[in-house]
């Protein structure tokens, strides 16, 4: 029989790294039949955490699939990583998937990376479910966890399930308790609810009944009257309610013992959205945004590409229109308009997958051998729909470091491992820089490019060795210097003449470099004139500071002399070598560095050690934001100070604080760095 998109339902686990995503898909996985045993994170044997890197340090980095089948209904699960080093891959998924549930551990409460996935939810309008987890714990509090998530993100926040301390779960809903074994075996029986919770069962329901029926007017109406609000008409108005984000559910479990699981898994059955309640998804048609429905011709956007090392490359797409059967041999890449050869559709479960031969709108599927399709790419058919859906956006890399090969055959294979390796993490960028010449390898921290380099070793056999890049100093001057330079050379045969007098004057920061010529009366001839100007440009790239690239000033050259005989092109740059050396060194030379804008978001408690610590990186405090608890504090420091933030913000605040960084300009290196600097630099050319 063939599928439908009402029966579809896609989410994705987020929440905090260690807050029990991994964990829930795989009691999930177990309590829907499709595992006879459940996994643990910490024996690195769970189907969502599959990879060599995820086994090894015991975390999600990748967002993973599963696929099931339960009570008639396609589900498509992805479980996010929680570390602020993969964000990338979290905001992808969120963007993908139908509902956002956001897992909120019962002891700990909201956490930064909570905050990044509601803030990435609302982005996307996404509807959220929130789940406070690990209610066994010693100290859970699921009343003060519900308090932290009102109070912190929204009062649309209200209780579902209600946990009967570490054994079971009430259904407001329902009216019903589901008492669990403690073996974690998943068995459970159903009771009335304890006389204990009636009250605050019943007081749950009421709210959810009130909001719900602002839905409906008429029910509204009814329901003000004092009238009874049939569950039929219930279950109806709350679904709206949840896909119009008017409320989010707060449902509780605790995955590692296997309670409350069962109840979470009818909520996504009978709640969470279809690709039909989502409606409409918006995209490009040329200048024209359009709404796309379900009932459209096929098209889908790539939201993630992975490399298998057997089954070669994996391209996972998300289906928002029409469907499409794998027979079909063709597949059309809207963004690049090519054509490519479509050879199945997989539906994914960790590293597992079992091909299908129809996909339709609301699946999450994934294609294999893909050539050209990238992550943030619209797929269609080339008969059929024209349209782009927006590109996926990453987080800008806030870690850098310069790799160099280890050896000549890890240098030959650099390029090709580094190309696989940036296809599969967009938020990885790899570039040269033009005036450090270092391999600048940037990421989202520090564990997010040491996996990236212990992937390149293991898969691709390349070994790099790590370095702290350099800052890309430049030379500026200060004040206006004038300086001749004569070149002058009578060694037998054909002499060497030339004489300029050059003028540098200082320009606003930005401006970059200017060249007049102010030659009267022909003291340097018109033909010799450019080579002055080549010269100029050729020498600045070095400058006699530190042998950093000069910027921001203007050279005029307003006299000079020549030789009949003697003068050449060759020996007018010369000249302009020497006017020029002379010249900077007597223009007051000051180095300059980048100023990055820096934001850092931290809970409450730490801002005053982060301002402090900004304080002795030569940091400018801009301004604060509070957002709930967390603090966002905004300032302007060197580059040369930020190399290892990643590093020390994650100690400093026991992995509890985020941050961006933006460059902005350059500022003048105040005059002891400075020397310390210029001294470096000029023992590093002794050495050479
Ligand atoms: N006490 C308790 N521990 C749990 C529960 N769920 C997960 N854990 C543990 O919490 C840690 C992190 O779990 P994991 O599922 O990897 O979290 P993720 O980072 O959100 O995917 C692991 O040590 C799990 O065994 C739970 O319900 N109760
Ligand atoms: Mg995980």
């Not at 995503?21 to 829907?32: G, I, M, S, Y």
Request: aromatic residues 8%; glycine residues 8%.
């Amino acid at each position: 029989m063939a599928r439908l998109s009402e029966d579809t339902r896609s989410f994705v686990l987020t929440g905090h790294g260690g807050s029990g995503k991994t964990t829930l898909a795989e009691a999930v996985l177990f309590d829907n039949g499709n595992i006879s045993r459940m996994g643990r994170t910490e024996t690195g044997n769970t189907v969502s955490d599959f990879s060599a890197e995820e086994q090894k340090r015991q975390i999600s980095i990748g967002a993973s699939l599963m696929t099931l089948e339960r009570a008639g209904k396609t589900l498509f699960m992805l479980d996010a990583p929680g570390f602020a080093d993969f964000t990338g891959e979290m905001s992808a998924a969120i963007r993908v998937a139908d509902t956002t549930v956001i897992l909120v551990d019962a002891v700990g409460g909201v956490e930064v990376q909570t905050n990044r996935a509601w803030d990435c939810a609302k982005e996307n309008e996404s509807p959220v479910v929130f789940c406070v987890s690990r209610i066994d714990r010693e100290n859970a509090n699921f009343d003060a966890v519900l308090a932290d998530i009102k109070e912190q993100f929204t009062r649309s926040a209200l209780p579902v399930f209600l946990p009967i301390g570490s054994s079971g779960v009430v259904d407001v809903l329902k009216g019903r308790a589901y008492v669990y074994t403690a073996d974690g075996s998943g068995k459970f029986t159903e009771q009335d609810v304890p006389a204990d919770m009636a009250e605050a069962a019943a007081k749950a329901k009421e709210a959810l009944v009130e909001a719900a029926v602002e839905m409906d007017d008429d029910l509204m109406e009814k329901y003000l009257e004092g009238a009874a609000v049939s569950d039929g008409d219930l279950k109806r108005v709350l679904r709206a309610a949840i896909v119009k984000r008017r409320v989010m559910p707060v449902l509780a479990c605790s995955a590692a013992m296997n309670v409350g699981v069962h109840q979470f898994l009818d909520f996504v059955v009978d709640y969470f959205p279809s690709p039909i309640d989502r409606g409409p998804v918006k995209a490009q048609k040329g200048e024209e945004t359009v709404e796309v429905e379900a009932g459209a011709p096929f098209s889908a956007l790539c939201f993630k590409v992975m490399v298998d090392p057997f089954v070669g490359k994996l391209s996972f797409i998300r289906v928002y229109s029409g469907s499409l059967s794998s027979e079909g041999a063709s597949i059309y890449n809207v963004k690049k308009g090519e054509e490519e050869r479509l050879s199945s559709f997989r539906f994914i479960t960790g590293k597992d997958g079992k091909d299908v031969k129809e996909v339709i709108a609301g699946d999450i599927v994934a294609i294999p051998k893909l050539q050209s399709t990238k992550v943030g790419h619209t797929l269609a058919l080339k008969s059929g729909a024209q349209w782009l859906f927006p590109h996926i956006e990453f987080p800008a890399p806030v870690y850098s470091v310069a790799v160099v090969a280890k050896s000549r055959a890890d240098e030959d294979k650099l390029g090709g491992a580094i190309a696989r390796t940036l296809e599969e993490d967009r938020s990885l960028t790899f570039e040269k820089n033009a005036e450090t010449r270092d391999n600048i390898l940037s990421g989202m921290g520090d564990m997010h490019i040491d996996i990236v380099l212990a992937k390149m070793k293991e898969r691709y056999g390349v070994e790099l060795d790590v370095r702290t890049p350099q800052v890309p100093y430049r030379e500026t001057i200060k004040k206006t210097a004038e300086a001749q330079g004569k070149h002058k050379k009578q060694s037998g045969g054909h002499g060497q003449y030339g004489d300029v007098s050059i003028r540098y004057i200082p320009l606003e920061r930005g401006a970059g470099f200017e060249f007049v010529d102010k030659i009267v009366g022909g003291a340097v001839p018109k033909n010799y004139i450019p080579a002055v100007e080549k010269g100029l440009r050729e020498y600045m790239v070095k400058g006699p500071l530190a042998g950093f690239p000069v910027v921001d000033f203007k050279a005029e050259l307003y006299y000079g002399s020549y030789h009949d005989v003697d003068s050449s092109e060759m020996s007018f740059k010369l000249a302009t070598r020497l006017s020029f050396k002379k010249g900077i060194m007597d223009a007051s030379p000051v180095l300059l560095e980048p100023i990055m804008n820096a934001a850092v978001t931290v809970p409450d408690k730490y801002m005053g050690d982060v301002m402090g610590d900004f304080n002795s990186r030569r940091g400018r405090i801009m301004g604060t934001e509070s957002h709930g608890h967390l603090q966002v504090v905004k300032a302007q420091v060197p580059l040369a100070e930020m190399f290892r933030y990643a590093i020390v913000l994650r100690s400093m605040t026991s992995g509890q604080g985020s941050f961006s960084m933006e460059y902005s300009h350059y500022e003048e290196v105040p005059g002891d760095i400075a020397k310390k600097v210029i001294a470096a630099h000029k023992q590093e050319e002794e050495e050479e």
